[in-house]
């Protein structure tokens, strides 16, 4: 894969992303590592994330591996965005919460033992990075200059977490995972809530059908992949999802895009 042209529009940034090693996750750090952002990468599979840092260079870029539902972890992730990119000061402030996995099958037919892992890295996960990486945000602007007109406005801060389009209508096909996936979408229109009033947007994206390793992880039968991506191909790309990420990021700290969701466009439900 061709490594994007260098734009500055994120430079001032410390990212972390989880779950870096594939997929929609790899597709976004490509992409804010193109808008010139220092990134933190996440994932278990280590020497996947080694071979992505190779490819991009690594002044900007290194790398956490582990378990994304690790409170250690995250806080290793986090530490290492302060220290590597932030001079031991400033704390990430572009967190994309990303890591997860699917699971074929409902509440009555999906493989009770895989329950676990997923809740724990799709919902736990979730809530525990948002919030570590929400109290480091929070420091930034103490509540006493939160209304003191533009001091906020100077530090754009986001946490930016991938849904799903099952977390909001009913999976025919996997509904066990999707209601992992209305649990974040409650974590994150809470954090929203609770951390918007201090100049922190916590955004909701909502991905349909992306082609990834995510449908081999979920254990689709690929037979019945193929005929959904005939059916209402072309289907998204990760670089579909990521570009959605600087968009999000992008704008001034004072605009808020709080959700995308975001379908192939011949896909009709869910
Ligand atoms: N693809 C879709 O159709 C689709 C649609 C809607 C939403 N989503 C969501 O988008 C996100 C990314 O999915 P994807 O399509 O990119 O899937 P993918 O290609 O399977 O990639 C998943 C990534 O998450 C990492 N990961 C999984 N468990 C982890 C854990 N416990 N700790 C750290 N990293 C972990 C994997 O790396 P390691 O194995 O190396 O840890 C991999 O980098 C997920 O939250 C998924 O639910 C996907």
């Given at each position: 894969?061709?490594?994007?042209?260098?734009?500055?529009?994120?430079?001032?940034?410390?990212?972390?992303?989880?779950?870096?090693?594939?997929?929609?996750?790899?597709?976004?750090?490509?992409?804010?590592?193109?808008?010139?952002?220092?990134?933190?990468?996440?994932?278990?599979?280590?020497?996947?994330?080694?071979?992505?840092?190779?490819?991009?260079?690594?002044?900007?870029?290194?790398?956490?591996?582990?378990?994304?539902?690790?409170?250690?972890?995250?806080?290793?992730?986090?530490?290492?965005?302060?220290?590597?990119?932030?001079?031991?000061?400033?704390?990430?402030?572009?967190?994309?919460?990303?890591?997860?996995?699917?699971?074929?099958?409902?509440v009555m037919t999906s493989?009770?033992?895989?329950?676990?892992?997923?809740?724990?890295?799709?919902?736990?996960?979730?809530?525990?990075?948002?919030?570590?990486?929400?109290?480091?945000?929070?420091?930034?602007?103490?509540?006493?200059?939160?209304?003191?007109?533009?001091?906020?406005?100077?530090?754009?801060?986001?946490?930016?977490?991938?849904?799903?389009?099952?977390?909001?209508?009913?999976?025919?096909?996997?509904?066990?995972?999707?209601?992992?996936?209305?649990?974040?979408?409650?974590?994150?229109?809470?954090?929203?809530?609770?951390?918007?009033?201090?100049?922190?947007?916590?955004?909701?994206?909502?991905?349909?059908?992306?082609?990834?390793?995510?449908?081999?992880?979920?254990?689709?039968?690929?037979?019945?992949?193929?005929?959904?991506?005939?059916r209402i191909g072309p289907?998204?790309?990760?670089?579909?999802?990521?570009?959605?990420?600087?968009?999000?990021?992008?704008?001034?700290?004072?605009?808020?895009?709080?959700?995308?969701?975001?379908?192939?466009?011949?896909?009709?439900?869910?």
């Amino acid at each position: 894969m061709q490594t994007p042209l260098k734009s500055t529009l994120l430079k001032n940034r410390i990212a972390v992303v989880t779950g870096a090693s594939a997929g929609i996750g790899e597709a976004i750090a490509r992409e804010i590592v193109s808008h010139g952002g220092p990134t933190v990468l996440n994932a278990r599979r280590e020497a996947r994330l080694h071979e992505l840092i190779g490819e991009l260079g690594p002044e900007d870029i290194t790398a956490v591996a582990g378990d994304a539902s690790s409170e250690s972890v995250i806080e290793r992730m986090l530490d290492v965005a302060r220290h590597t990119f932030g001079a031991g000061h400033r704390d990430a402030d572009l967190v994309v919460v990303n890591a997860g996995r699917g699971l074929n099958g409902s509440v009555m037919t999906s493989d009770t033992a895989q329950w676990e892992e997923m809740v724990r890295t799709n919902l736990l996960g979730a809530a525990r990075l948002i919030r570590a990486a929400g109290l480091r945000m929070l420091k930034v602007v103490p509540d006493a200059e939160i209304n003191q007109k533009g001091a906020w406005l100077k530090s754009p801060r986001d946490i930016i977490v991938i849904g799903s389009t099952v977390g909001r209508n009913v999976s025919p096909f996997s509904s066990m995972y999707g209601a992992t996936k209305f649990g974040v979408h409650g974590l994150v229109e809470g954090a929203r809530r609770e951390l918007g009033p201090k100049g922190i947007r916590v955004t909701l994206i909502e991905p349909a059908f992306v082609r990834s390793e995510f449908q081999g992880v979920a254990g689709y039968d690929p037979k019945w992949i193929e005929g959904v991506w005939e059916r209402i191909g072309p289907v998204l790309e990760p670089a579909d999802i990521a570009r959605m990420v600087s968009f999000i990021a992008g704008q001034p700290a004072g605009v808020h895009v709080s959700d995308i969701l975001v379908r192939p466009t011949r896909q009709d439900y869910p």
